[in-house]
């Protein structure tokens, strides 16, 4: 450490900032004379603060996983040793998997949705690599930072330019549809840049905090919205929900009312019918009657007189 200060990373105090890693830390963000933190200030405390909360759920995420793998494996596979698994314990592991009703219900259940949405599931290509390891490999090769549909296309295609399945096929056409119809926009205001397009394609983020076939690099693109902003939009999508369900009632009770209307409508019709051909009969009935009153007149002129008995 020499030329750094007195004693070792103390040192760090004279030579750049004081109070050690902690001292290093202050002169990384707030910048000071000499050490990593000469001249203004390199990187500002908030985005320290944010990387660092990002860095850590993503460790604790691939940790999740790793450990929930691992302990698959002891059910699962007879050949795992597992020595981090005493065989008492391991047992009784064993034991619970296959006697808890509840346990095995919802196993069951979750290979049932596995294997329905089999179809939707959008794998990638790029096997253990994370989507931040590829833009970082992608963005030496450009010289630049990928766009978000640049790194969805990379994760997402394989050599022969063939989509992993369907649904990712599904989504990239649907974004060239967009850019296109953007490209043909006039208004250069309106227009907007890919990675706007693509957000709005695969939806923003979800509740889990994730991007549809972005991973872990969905940070580098966009801000992940705040709990106030998330049940805003969890309470827009509920009230949307509603009204949908309101919507298709409505639908529902209008064709049942307009059902009813046609077979009145067809009632009376048939009602007015038979009152015409109950009109017809009648006047025929007049008519005859007319006929029948003029013959017994006229039949009545020609009657013989009666005797005079006198």
């Known amino acids: 450490m020499a030329g750094a200060g007195d004693g070792g990373w103390v040192g760090w105090g004279k030579g750049g900032c004081t109070g050690g890693f902690s001292g290093l830390s202050k002169g990384v963000v ?10 203004a200030g390199v990187v500002h405390r908030s985005t320290l603060s944010t990387t ?12 999740a996983r790793r450990l929930s793998g691992i302990a698959s494996k002891v059910f699962t596979d007879p050949s795992y040793k597992g020595t981090w698994c005493a065989p008492a314990l391991r047992a009784h592991m064993k034991k619970i998997r296959q006697e808890d009703e509840d346990l095995k219900r919802r196993s069951s259940q979750c290979s049932k949705n596995r294997l329905q949405n089999e179809s939707q599931r959008v794998h990638h290509r790029q096997g253990s690599i994370s989507a931040e390891e590829v833009k970082i490999n992608m963005e030496k090769e450009l010289a630049r930072l990928p766009t978000a549909p640049e790194l969805y296309y990379d994760g997402h295609v394989d050599n022969d330019g063939q989509f992993v399945n369907p649904k990712a096929k599904q989504v990239w056409d649907e974004f060239q549809k967009k850019k296109a119809a953007n490209l043909e926009c006039e208004d250069e205001t309106q227009k907007k840049s890919e990675d706007e397009l693509f957000f709005e394609v695969v939806g923003g983020w979800n509740e889990k905090g994730r991007i549809f076939g972005l991973g872990a690099a969905a940070h580098s693109y966009y801000d992940r919205p705040t709990c106030e902003e998330n049940n805003g939009k969890k309470s827009r999508r509920e009230y949307i929900k509603s009204l949908e369900t309101q919507v298709v009632e409505l639908t529902a009770k209008n064709d049942d009312q307009q059902k009813e209307l046609d077979q009145t409508k067809q009632e009376l019709d048939q009602t007015k019918q038979e009152l015409g051909e109950t009109k017809h009969g009648l006047v025929d009935t007049q008519t005859n009657l007319v006929r029948t009153q003029q013959v017994l007149i006229e039949t009545k002129k020609h009657w013989p007189k009666p005797p005079n008995l006198s």
């Open 30 to 39: 707030q910048g000071c004379p000499g050490g990593f933190g000469a001249g």
């Open 52 to 63: 660092a909360s990002l860095v850590k759920k993503e460790w604790l995420s691939k940790c």
